[in-house]
T-cell receptor, first 114, second 110 residues
Framework: DGGITQSPKYLFRKEGQNVTLSCEQNLNHDAMYWYRQDPGQGLRLIYYSQIVNDFQKGDIAEGYSVSREKKESFPLTVTSAQKNPTAFYLC?????????????FGPGTRLTVL | SQQGEEDPQALSIQEGENATMNCSYKTSINNLQWYRQNSGRGLVHLILIRSNEREKHSGRLRVTLDTSKKSSSLLITASRAADTASYFCATDRGDYKLSFGAGTTVTVRA
């Protein structure tokens, strides 16, 4: 089956700890994205990567870091510098087709800071 | 930054009725997309309409785009309980990124 997987589904973190969220895709897509979603709100872009070993900051990158060492993987680290990290995190991927950038989403990780 | 804004924020309809939601945006776009999100899940792509298209259909979905007014609408006909979800518009400015609105929550009552 082709798709995007995120793990874990639920994650609990103590204040002051860094935590890494996993995102893997086997769709052979070049581009990958991380979004944050807060209750009742839309998605805000954290980081995105168009190609291996390259990534750019999105609208709310402060307190987050990423790496893109492999095409299939785009892990997100939520650092202790992120002041309000409790949220639902969504990973997505896309391939630039003739009709534009259509994105495929993983099931999400819900992070709670205790 | 979020470019799209959906209206209404929430919508409750009876099964079998039609549901219409609107999206407004601020800058010129390459295309506009609609996504559905079931509670606590990832988003699923529904339909994409290019900036040179005015209307598009997919099953029970009908999307319109008015670039002069910078607005789009999504119509779901003959709604079913399974259509209960949040619906998001997303604008593509051709720069590998999408800007999402805050969404419309649709509840279909049996």
């Amino acid at each position: 089956d082709g798709g995007i997987t995120q793990s874990p589904k639920y994650l609990f973190r103590k204040e002051g700890q860094n935590v890494t969220l996993s995102c893997e895709q086997n769709l052979n897509h070049d581009a990958m994205y991380w979004y944050r979603q807060d209750p009742g709100q839309g998605l805000r872009l954290i980081y995105y990567s168009q190609i291996v070993n390259d990534f750019q900051k999105g609208d709310i990158a402060e307190g987050y870091s990423v790496s893109r060492e492999k095409k299939e993987s785009f892990p997100l680290t939520v650092t202790s510098a992120q002041k309000n990290p409790t949220a639902f995190y969504l990973c997505a991927s896309s391939i630039e087709g003739t009709s534009g950038t259509r994105q495929f989403f993983g099931p999400g990780t819900r992070l709670t800071v205790l | 930054s979020q470019q799209g804004e959906e209206d209404p924020q929430a919508l409750s309809i009876q099964e079998g009725e039609n549901a219409t939601m609107n999206c407004s945006y601020k800058t010129s776009i390459n295309n506009l997309q609609w996504y559905r999100q079931n509670s606590g899940r990832g988003l699923v792509h529904l339909i994409l309409i290019r900036s040179n298209e005015r209307e598009k259909h997919s099953g029970r979905l009908r999307v319109t785009l008015d670039t002069s007014k910078k607005s789009s609408s999504l119509l779901i006909t003959a709604s079913r309980a399974a259509d209960t979800a949040s619906y998001f518009c997303a604008t593509d400015r051709g720069d590998y990124k999408l800007s999402f609105g805050a969404g419309t929550t649709v509840t279909v009552r049996a």
